[in-house]
């Protein structure tokens, strides 16, 4: 069987096609409605969904797409791509088409100039990510359960960070079915989601003073047990009310990973790497 391989279309009809597809490859994930997947893929400021689709003549086979992002590599503010939707038709699995679309996107992107590639996959994908694309495993991230504020009191070196500029914050915090709220404390804001992750509240981020819009919604009452994903040798956890979620009880690991489109070879180091959900969680 011949496929034809194009990049992906953010119109409204290749949305609500593109959409469909979703839906049907994951019938239980509700965020895939025609209004967040144009929200992901066309209304981010950083820039419109780099990917492809392949098409077995007017039926949309399978679906790979990317967002843009800008980030701070080694002290270097770049322009990335955070790996986002892959969806297979059921009768087109097995053919290899995940591979062929994800490698025509990264193609793609270096000619317009990205720089790299990061994400978080999961236990089906990671082996994918990393043995027919090139991926490093950076490291799982970590899933710290507890209660009370997090404290940030050291000066570690980072070397990898998302740049949430004004504009970008502004359209992640405006996802059209996720609200999202402030929490203040004495270290830094706390975004806080109503969506439950693991069973507690999702910490979506813990960002420097001042950042977050004036038009976030406040608070400053007690948060129930929350959760806090990610990576940042810069917050203390040593006697902290919180402790790392075992493997064994998360509902799948979550793999940071990383691929260099610059031809560098260039890796991430885990101890110097700033990631938490706001930067990949976009559910």
């Known amino acids: 069987m011949s496929y034809t391989i194009e990049p992906v279309r953010t119109d409204d009809a290749s949305i609500a096609t593109m959409t469909a597809l979703l839906r049907q490859v994951f019938p239980h994930a509700a965020h895939f ?8 893929y066309r209304d981010n400021p950083d820039g419109p969904a ?3 689709n392949a098409w077995s003549g007017s039926e949309l086979a399978a679906h790979y797409v990317t967002i843009p992002l800008v980030a701070r590599v ?24 995940f591979t062929k679309l994800a490698n025509a996107t990264y193609e793609a992107a270096a000619q317009q100039g990205f720089g790299f590639v990061i994400g978080v996959a ?5 082996h994918g990510f990393t043995k027919k694309l090139g991926f490093q495993l950076v490291s799982p991230l970590r899933a710290m359960l507890g209660i009370g504020p997090i404290v940030n009191n050291r000066d570690g070196v980072v070397k990898y960070e998302r740049i949430w500029h004004q504009k970008a914050l502004e359209w992640r915090l405006a996802h059209p079915l996720n609200k999202y709220s402030l929490g203040l404390t004495t270290c830094k804001d706390l975004l806080f989601t109503e969506r439950k992750q693991m069973g507690a509240t999702l910490l979506l981020a813990a960002l420097d003073p001042g950042t977050a819009p004036a038009s976030t919604p406040s608070h400053e ?6 959760v806090w994903i990610g990576l940042d ?13 075992p493997m064994r009880l998360r509902p799948s690991p979550l793999n940071l990973i990383f691929k260099d489109l610059k031809g560098q070879g260039r890796t991430l180091d885990q101890a110097t790497v700033r990631f938490q959900a706001i930067d990949f969680d976009t559910l």
Do not use: C, D, M
Request: hydrophobic share 30%; glycine share 8%; charged share 20%.
């Open 74 to 97: 080694n002290g270097v503010e770049e322009r990335g791509l955070l790996s986002l939707n892959t969806a297979t038709h059921p009768s087109h699995q097995g053919k290899g088409l």
């Open 50 to 52: 780099v990917g492809f």
């Open 221 to 226: 009452h007690f948060e129930p047990l929350r």
């Open 122 to 126: 999961n236990a089906n994908s990671t």
């Open 33 to 40: 409605t025609e209004e967040v997947v144009r929200w992901q």
């Open 233 to 245: 040798s810069r917050i203390t956890w040593r006697f902290r009310p919180y402790f790392n979620i």
